[in-house]
């Protein structure tokens, strides 16, 4: 699993989409000849990665967002899963 910095940058690996679904109330991630389901957690750690926001960024709008702390493990964590999986990937 790679090592991620708070001040990198990621973004959907093109040509990856995020799109949510109204009849399931879920975030679905679409692949090339795949669709990922994604828990709300993913969801929102995704739609942040537009390749402007540093992990930093994204890590504490989601801890405002949400009212908590201490997300920085968890958020890295999934990120790092995400890239080895080819989901997202480092910008600029």
Do not use: H
Not at 62 to 73: C, F, I, P, V, W
Request: negative net charge; proline residues 4%.
């Amino acid at each position: 699993m790679m090592r991620l910095e708070l001040s990198e940058q990621f973004r959907l690996r093109n040509p990856a989409r995020l799109k949510f679904d109204k009849a399931r109330q879920t975030d679905l991630l679409l692949l090339p000849e795949r669709v990922v389901r994604l828990n709300p957690t993913a969801g929102a750690i995704l739609w942040l990665c537009n390749g402007e926001r540093t992990v930093g960024q994204i890590i504490e709008e989601l801890e405002s967002k949400y009212n908590q702390s201490d997300l920085e493990a968890d958020v890295l964590d999934f990120l790092a899963q995400a890239a080895d999986r080819g989901w997202v990937e480092p910008w600029k």
